[in-house]
């Protein structure tokens, strides 16, 4: 099937926080709006980032100091705050990605597994 033709899906709980780092680790600064378009084309318009899940996620992460903030003119010449990523934030996304692929890494043993491996 098409992924024009697969529903996406919601962001899972737990994995925003990481994908709008990396996001401003890859494309800089962006604004709200551009973070969740960016996620959503990369994961090949899988996922379907809510507006109402990832304010509070930037919100969050800018409290930690991890992104900054200021308004600016969109593309279309709207006042829209961009955010960027500041040192801490890099430093939170090494650690972050350590531990998703450290998790991935234990569900894949689960996947993989027979009952003769266990005995």
């Known amino acids: ?39 959503e084309q990369i994961s090949g318009d899988r996922l379907f980032v809510n ?19 200021d308004w600016g003119p969109s593309e279309n010449n709207r006042r829209a705050r961009f955010y ?7 430093k939170l996304l090494e650690t972050e990605k350590r531990d998703w692929e450290q998790t991935a890494s234990i569900i894949a043993r689960f996947f993989e597994v027979k009952a003769e491996d266990l005995a």
């Not at 507006?51 to 991890?66: I, S």
């Not at 960027?84 to 890099?90: I, S």
Request: charge should be positive.
């Open 84 to 90: 960027r990523l500041t040192r801490a934030g890099h």
């Open 51 to 69: 507006q109402g899940t990832l304010y509070p996620v930037l919100l969050r992460l800018e409290q930690e100091g991890a992104v900054e903030s």
């Open 1 to 39: 099937m098409p992924n024009s033709m697969r529903p996406k899906k919601e962001v899972q709980p737990g994995t925003l926080a990481l994908m709008v780092l990396k996001t401003l680790d890859v494309l800089g600064p962006l604004h709200g709006y551009g973070i969740a378009r960016r996620i």
